[in-house]
C-alpha cells in the first residue's frame, strides 16, 4: 500500500472510531445525566417536603404550647384566639383527661385530625395536621392536652409543589388521589408507578417521567408522591445515526484531499535532503502551503542558506575569540584598574558566544552586586537607571550597581552558592528575583585558586562572582561550547580580581601600621596635605591634634615590649571610637598620633581631646595572662587649627607638635591649643576702571562687565559689609607675602563638633 492509501485509512480509522464511540457514549451519557438529575431532583423536593412539613409541625407545636402555658382556665380560650388570628394555626383543641372537649375555636376542621408525631401513622383519609402538647397545673399534674392543626387541603398541596418544584399527589387510604397537581394526561401513568416503588427508590413512567413517594413516616405522617418530566429532547438517537453517517461521507473525502496534498510536498523534501546529505548546499524546495509541512519546507531552505553562512562564520569567530583573549592579556598585564579589566572580559565574553546582553556580579558580604554590564538597556527590573558619575568613560544607561541578588537565589545567586555553572530557559512563571529579564542564560562562576584566602589561612569562599550571559542571538539557548567558552572568560576574570585584591593589600599594608591598623606616617602626609586643600578651596577649618602616651617608657620598662603593644592597641581602639567616620586617625611612631577632624574648628577639637584623655584615662588597660594585670594610661594633646594656627599642612602638624610639648611641660594628661598666627596687613591694589582686556577676550581684574564697576572696586570702595569684619577673630580676608586674597574664612567657633 501506498504512503497515500495508508494516510487515508489511518485518518479514515482516527476519525470514525472516535465518532462511534462518540455517538455511543453521548447516547448513554444523556439518558444517565437526564435520569441522574431528575432522581436529583425527586431528592431535593423530598427533603423539601419532610422540611415543609416538618416547619409546619413546629409551628403548630409552639401554638399548641403558647395555649398550654396559660395557667389560668378561663384565659385559654383567648390565647387560642390569637393563635388562630396570627395564622399559626387553623384550629385550636383543649380536652380534659379524659378526651372531653373543654375548648374548641370556632370553625373546627373535619376529621381525621393525623397527629405530626406518631411513629406509626394509621390509614385513611387525612384532613388536617395536628400537634399536641400536655396541659398540666403548677404541680405537675396533667389536665389534659391542648392540640393545634392546620387543613390539610387542594391549597396546602399546591404550597408544596410550589416548594420543591415537582408535582405533589396526595393519596388517600385506598391509594387513590386525595389532592394532586398532576397533569390529567399523565395522572394515572403517575399512579401506577407509584404503586410499585418502595422505599427511596425511583423509577420511570412510559411517557417519560420520573417518580418517586415520600412517606408516610415518622415526622411526616402525608402520603405524597412526587414526579418530574424526563428532560432528554425527543428524537436523541435518530440525529445522532444521521451525524454519524454524515461524519463518515465527509471524513472519506477529507482523507483522500488531505493524503494527496500530504504526500507531494514530502516527496519534494526527501529530494532535497537526500541532495544535501550529498554536500549540496544549495539544495531548495518550493514552499506550496502556510501548513506544517510548508513551514518545514522554508525552515529547510533556510537551514541550508544558514549553514553555509554559519561555517563561513566559524572561522571569523574563531580570528576575533583569538583577538579578544589577545587584548584580554594585554589588558591583565597593563593595568590594575578592575573596572577596566571586567569590562574587557563581558565585551569579549558577549562577542565569542553572540549574546545579547551580560553582567560581571562579585560577591559582597553574601550579597552579588553587579560591577560591569553591556546590553541590559529594557532588561532592568528596578526604574531609575541612570548614568554612572562614578565613571565618566561608562555610556548613559543602566547602573550595574543596582543589580543585586542574594547568594543562594534565582539563577546567579544559585550558581554563586554551589559553584556550578548553568545554563537554559529562563521560566515565565518565576518568581521575580531582581535579574535583568531575559529567554535564555548561560552563568558560569568564578573563584581564585591560591587567593588571599587561601594565603591567609582562611577557608576560600564558594566564589568570587559570577559571569552571566543573556539571550544569544538568533534565539536559541547557550549550548556546552558556549559555556566552556564562558568558563575560560570567567578564569581571567577570577586572575583579575585576584589581582587587584592583591595589589589592593600590598598598597593597604604599604599605607597602614600593622600593631594598631591604624595610618601610618606616609599616609600622613599625603592626607593632611589633601586636607589642607579642600579646607583652602571650600573655606572650611581643618584640625590637626597630636596625641602622645605619657611615661610609655616606663610601661616598656616596667610589663615589657609585649605589654607596651598591648597599650598602643588598645589606644588605638579607644581612638577610633571616640572619632567620627570623615575623621583620620594615624600612628606616626612609637607612642605618638595624629588626628586629622575635616570641618572642626578649635572648640570642637577641644571637646574631642577631653573625651579621648577621659576614655583613656578613666579605664586602666588590662593585660591578657595570670594575675590581672591593669596599667593606667593617659594622655597628652597638642592642638592645632588651619588656617588659624598655620597656612600649610606641615605648618599646622609642626603648630600642633608645640602646643604637644607646651602640654608635656604643663604636667602631662591635658590639651594644649596652639598659638594663632598674626593676621599680615591687608593692602588695596588700586586697578583701572577702564582697563582694556588683552587680545584672548578675558577681562582683567576690575575692569568693568557690561558698562557695570567690578565687584573688586565695589567693595574697595564701600568697605567691607560684614559688621563683624573688624573684630581680630573674624577676619573677611587675608593675604600672604604675594598679596593674593585666600578668601574668606568662617570664624573659629562657626563650625565645631
Known sequence: MTLRGRLTAAFLAVVLGPVLLGALLVGSTMAAVDRSRSAERLGLAAASVR???????????????????????????????QVVSRGLAAAVLVTDVAGGVLYATPGALAGPWRDCSADNPAGGPVRALTARVGLRDRAGADLGAVAAAQPVDPGFVARLAAVTGVAVTLLDDAGGVAHTTEDPGVRDAVLTAARKVTGDRVIETVDGRYVRRVGPSPGQPLPLVLSVPSEQPPGLYAALVGA????????????????????????????????????????????????EIGRLAAAFNRMTRETDSYVQALTSSRDQLRGHLAVLGDTLASTHDLQRILRVILHSAIAATGARAGAV???????????????LDGRWPAAGALPDAADPARPAGVDPAALRVPVGRGVVGSVAATGEPCRGRVDPAAEPTGEPRCETYVAVPFATPGGLAERAGAEPATALGV?????????????????????????????AVDNVRVHEEAQRLSLTDPLTGLWNYRYLRESIRREVERASRFGRMLSVLALDLDRFKTVNDTWGHAAGDAVLAEFARRLRGEIREVDLAFRQGGEEFVLLLPETDARGATIVAERLGAAVRDTPVALDGPGGVTIEVTVSVGIAVYPDHATTGQQVLDAADAALYAAKAAGRDVWRLAEALPWPPVEEIAVPAAAVSPSDGLPRAGAAIDGRESPARVAAAVGPADPEAGRPDVPVARSGPGGASSGPHPSRHARGR
Request: hydrophobic share 50%; net charge negative.
Open 51 to 81: 422540611t415543609s412539613v416538618d416547619a409546619l409541625c413546629q409551628q403548630l407545636r409552639a401554638a399548641a404550647d403558647a395555649v398550654a402555658l396559660v395557667a389560668d382556665q378561663a384565659g385559654r380560650p383567648g390565647a387560642a384566639g
Open 244 to 291: 454519524v453517517v454524515l461524519a463518515g461521507l465527509l471524513a472519506v473525502a477529507v482523507a483522500w484531499r488531505l493524503a494527496r496534498v500530504t504526500t507531494r510536498p514530502l516527496v519534494e523534501l526527501a529530494g532535497g535532503v537526500d541532495r544535501v546529505a550529498r554536500g549540496d548546499l544549495g539544495a531548495r524546495v518550493p514552499v506550496r502551503s502556510r501548513d
Open 361 to 375: 556580579l562579585l560577591v559582597d558580604g553574601g550579597v552579588l552586586v553587579g560591577r560591569c554590564a553591556e546590553g
Open 467 to 495: 559571569l552571566v550571559l543573556y539571550d544569544r542571538l538568533g534565539g536559541d539557548e547557550f549550548d556546552d561550547d558556549d559555556l566552556v567558552t564562558l568558563r575560560t572568560f570567567a578564569g581571567h576574570a577570577a586572575v
